[in-house]
């Protein structure tokens, strides 16, 4: 393949090394738009003025530089073929097609009525991950084949997946998929994640696509700046688009207005084995904010909560999640520190956390934004009270003081007088934990999920051989 590099600055000098690495490629050129660059030599390749570039023969162009998407409208001003541009990050990806690797699930023989492939990003202890398992687990309870594929991950986590019966199959090329025969032996794909976007747009040309979203609204600024080459409405009018709630459908609408129209809940396996009940005659009442500390997920507000408290001599507070050292977790510590009653448990398992869930009596999700937290529908699913703040997706779900509570986001009061009234109502915590256990079996057991997915599987894959039949939508 023979290519002309865009930018020969410290973008390029940092990283030539690695480009020197790939092979079947051969440097034709360099271009640079500093003139004081033009006609000399650079690693044995000419440097030349950006319009000359339609004089060469080369297959592609790689742009080596942090100003990404000025170099594009550059170039295809001057009439370049937008196939024909690269991002480095996007070249990496491509150089590394073919070295997958797979991982079979436990037990799995591969046989099903039908070949799904649900796509994630890198495998670690966090919602999407989670979600994207569970989601394999339900088509594999409707009798489907479905593998999941990630770019890498969390071996530990891995293994977990793998010990549940989830093959899983690493593509370090992942997001930027080009193996398109190994897409093809699927009969549909499950696109995981906003941060998937370039493959939901790739496969969506050759495969039936379902992308799922999940997002708060920090993550769309940051993942539509990676791929502003390969986003318009004739990328997207292939796919089928889903939320896990109203608030990142509301976050993916302000981009891209009017395409999540459908809400997909994810479902989650039941691990209360025995129905768990709060016990009245308990020393202290347990408390917990799970999540890795950060910002959006507002443990400050949980922590000046309970500084607040009147009497927290009743109670303990957990904080469960991995704690970094950024100032916001500094802040974070320092506050436990001045109160005993408030201990970090750090960072768990799946299988810690279904050991420790029985001890907790109430679940808080303080979040600042939070589209549907995968701990909510564990604390329900356990029995659990769960207070939530209005602008999470779990929020739609809950009739405040029925089957849970609902307050402000950063409302340390509210937050407060809720703790207050659990503590002294303990006597009503087993009736609101058993509306809750409700919630949750009508709207995340994983047999309700396998439902829901299936019919949104299936209503993706009618509409794309609609399309198919129609030709409106090509191939790659």
Known sequence: MKIIVFGVGEFYRNRKEQLASYQNIEIVAYADNKESLWETWIDGRPVVEPKNI????????????TYGEEIYAQLTGLGVSWDQIKPWSVFCTEMLSGTRKTFRGKNDDG??????????TDLNYNGGSLAAGYAVMALKGRGYDAALAVPCGDRKFMDEMVGNGITVHVCPELPYICDMEWIRQFDAVVVNVFQMMYSAIRISLVRPTLWWIHE??????????MYWNRVTDEALKNIDTYAVSRVPAENFNRFYPNRVRKILHYGIPDMAVEKQINDAGKEKTVFAIIGNVCV???????CK?????????RAEFWIIGSCGEDAFCDEVKGMCSQTDAIKMKGLLTRDEMYHIFPKIDVVVCASREDPLPIVMAEGMMFGKVCI????TGTADLIRD???GFVISADDINALKE???WILENRDKLAGIGENARKTYEQFFSLGVFGENLERALSETEREWRLKEENGSHGGA
């Open 388 to 391: 939530t703040t209005a602008v």
């Open 54 to 65: 339609e004089k060469m023969q080369y297959d592609m162009i790689l742009i080596m530089c």
């Open 216 to 225: 708060p609204a920090e993550i769309f600024d940051e993942v539509r700046l």
């Open 418 to 420: 809720k703790m207050e």
């Open 401 to 403: 003081g029925e089957n």
């Open 305 to 313: 909560a309970v500084q607040a408290l009147n009497d927290y001599s």
């Open 296 to 302: 959006r997920k507002a443990q400050d507000i949980f």
């Open 111 to 120: 046989n099903g009525r039908k070949h799904i492939l649900v796509i994630s």
